[in-house]
């Protein structure tokens, strides 16, 4: 027999005993609809090889959950197979790289640095116009439709930055073209006090990620297209110093954490697409949170995301009330839904238009989710500072009420 003969026989046998064995621990069902799998998604393991039985195990124990999830007869959300299904629990973890400053919840409101009535304020003495029980508006805005992958950068707290700002410069500007790049914020926003992590993809806030937008203002995408990678900062120098002109100082611990308004110094880059300020909303509270959507625009938000994997359709109802907040998403509206008779808020994730609801989430909501509280005995992992509390309070579904931040936009002179 030819050598070439001999080695090629030597290779079929030792091929054979790992597709026998794969058939011996899997069914024919569970291989084919793991090879339909690999080929919708461009997957190109090896047959046979620790990879390929490591993430064939992996997505036949979520196909698993996701018929035993959807067998239920009272389940308000429905499960499904997508692009995240033969994921790691440490490659999903890095998709919730949030975050959001975590205070021991008592902390007094920031005092604003300038005129005007906000958010954070409103309502003292006398009583606000009622809310309407439903408000989507903002779900048609053009930059509404464009939803990006985050990839496996722990970004989330900047792409869902981005695409707030986005919008709220389509409200008040709708004729301003310019976009905004959310690698810059990857890039480029300083985290000196390792707020939701290590700065980049490993983790920061919507809170940074909005001053540094207001003060320094924010390159358009196609200068800093997105990578999902920490990439170089094209404001740092070849020394590697910031550039920074527009007044940008670094925010204390107790800045982050204490609700209240930041108002734009003379100079600020933010003016020029009209932002005058930012603000973070009070914590786990429910009618701001409200009353911010409708008379501002999308808001950013902070949530427990690590059981949203699975998710298709329907209204999320999954989390425990004690819940740790690990991810940043965008609050776009919120409605009822009359056939299953429940309330709702729309969030758009950064996972790709292909996963739940064309890119979206609907998380339950109750009229006293203001009530509706347990506790995060994790913040380290999502939502602390260095050095933070170590407990804290967190309300509504998910803990979509715990931390939340608005941008302040006026309209664009022509």
């Known amino acids: 027999m030819a050598l070439t003969d001999s080695l090629m026989l030597a ?17 024919e069902p569970e291989l084919d609809a793991f090879h339909s799998y690999m080929r919708e998604h461009g997957r ?47 490659e999903l973890a890095r998709l919730r790289g949030r975050r959001g400053a975590a205070s021991a919840g008592g ?13 954070s304020q409103r309502g003292q003495g006398r009583a606000l116009p009622a809310l309407p029980q439903e408000f989507m508006n903002w779900t048609s805005l053009e930059s509404a439709g464009r ?7 722990g970004s989330c707290w900047a792409v869902s930055s981005a695409a707030v700002l986005q919008q709220h410069l389509e409200i008040y500007s709708p004729a301003s073209k310019r976009t905004f790049s959310a690698q810059e914020l990857v890039s480029c926003v300083p985290n000196p006090h390792m707020c939701g992590g290590a700065g980049g993809c490993e983790g920061a806030t919507i809170e940074l990620a909005f001053h540094w937008a207001l003060n320094e203002g924010l390159a358009e995408e196609r200068e800093a297209p997105y990578s999902g990678t920490d990439g170089v900062c094209q404001k740092r120098s070849s020394g590697g ?26 100079g600020a880059r933010g003016l020029s697409f009209g932002m005058h300020g930012w603000e973070r909303l009070p914590e786990n509270e429910y009618e701001p949170l409200l009353r911010a959507v409708y008379e501002r625009g999308p808001v950013g938000v902070s949530v427990a995301a690590k059981a949203w994997a699975m998710y298709s359709k329907g209204i999320f109802n999954g989390c425990s009330k004690d819940a740790v ?31 739940g609801e064309h890119g979206h989430i609907r998380l339950l909501r109750r009229e006293d989710d203001s009530e509706q509280c347990g506790v ?20 509504g579904m998910c803990g979509v ?10 309209k664009l002179s022509a």
């Open 376 to 395: 995060d005995r994790k913040p380290e992992v999502g939502t602390a500072c260095k050095g933070g509390p170590k407990v804290v309070k967190v309300c």
């Open 401 to 410: 009420l715990y931390d939340s931040a608005v941008p302040h936009f006026n």
């Open 241 to 266: 110093m910031l550039q920074l002109g527009g007044g940008y100082a670094d925010l204390s611990v107790d800045d982050l954490a204490k609700p209240g308004v930041h108002l734009a110094r003379s």
């Open 107 to 119: 902390a007094a409101p920031a005092r604003p640095s300038g005129g005007g009535t906000f958010l």
């Open 325 to 355: 907040i690990d991810h940043a998403v965008v609050l776009v509206g919120y409605g009822k839904d009359e056939k299953l008779g429940k309330g709702f808020y729309l969030i758009r994730n950064s996972w790709g238009p292909a996963w």
């Open 11 to 27: 290779s079929l046998v030792a091929l054979c005993p790992s597709i026998g064995a794969l058939k011996s621990d899997f069914s």
């Open 147 to 153: 939803i990006i992958d985050q990839g496996g950068c």
């Open 44 to 90: 190109s393991y090896r047959l046979g090889s620790a990879e390929y039985r490591r993430r064939l195990s992996l997505f036949s124990r979520r196909a698993a959950e996701v018929e035993a999830h959807n067998s239920r007869a009272d389940r308000l959300w429905s499960a499904g197979i997508n692009h995240l299904s033969d994921r790691t629990a440490e």
